[in-house]
């Protein structure tokens, strides 16, 4: 990055919670091809759902997930193109929400650049970002600055960025807060050492508990005893 300043040209999301199970509506078919020909059961033809299709909360939420996924992925493309890398500090935040069109052109021009106290969350906003960019977002340990406002290109003043009704903006090399006043050392060493001792005492243990499931512990002390006498 030769800029302390990155514009991503997309209106901000929010985040979509899903579990393990969520996943298995992509393997549900959306149409219905029980019956004569495969051309779905009665049910199906007449009012498009049944039980042999994805429900239509299933569908919903199939839809949903499709649209975090493709925001995902532009968050993503557009990083890769800017050659951006997500730091672990020293970085901030700022997301632009653009004013609903239907306000309007006085609430359009006392609303621009305010705060922005509407859903989605701006926690939940920071948490999609964090999945597009970074498979392991628990390494992120400091945001020096986060926010949300209103936005309106129309009204508001002229920007020379090449930006969309709503935008993202990060901005790098920004001040660090340091409690304790210690030097910042390199951490992925001891991470990494101490994730592989982590491993072998797992692995460890998890022979140690097969060993004493299958008893041959106690048939060795048997053993031991006979030789013993």
Sequence with gaps: MT????????????????????????????????????????????????????????????RRLERYNDYKATILALAKAAGFELPKFGFALYFYFPIPKRWSLQDRKAMHGQMHHRKPDLDNCEKAIFDSLTFRDEQISQLSGHGKFWIDTKTGPKRTDPIGPGYIEVLFNQPVYNPLGVEWVDQSKIISLKATMDYKKRRQEKKTRNYEKSGKHKRNLFKNEEKIK
């Design 3 to 62: 800029t302390d300043r990155l514009i991503l040209p997309l209106t901000p999301k929010s985040k979509v919670d899903v579990t393990q199970n969520t996943w298995q509506i992509f393997n549900i078919n959306e149409t219905c091809y029980k019956g004569r020909k495969k051309a779905g059961c009665a049910e199906w033809r007449r009012t498009g759902l049944c039980k042999h299709t994805l429900s239509a909360r299933g569908r919903y939420m199939k």
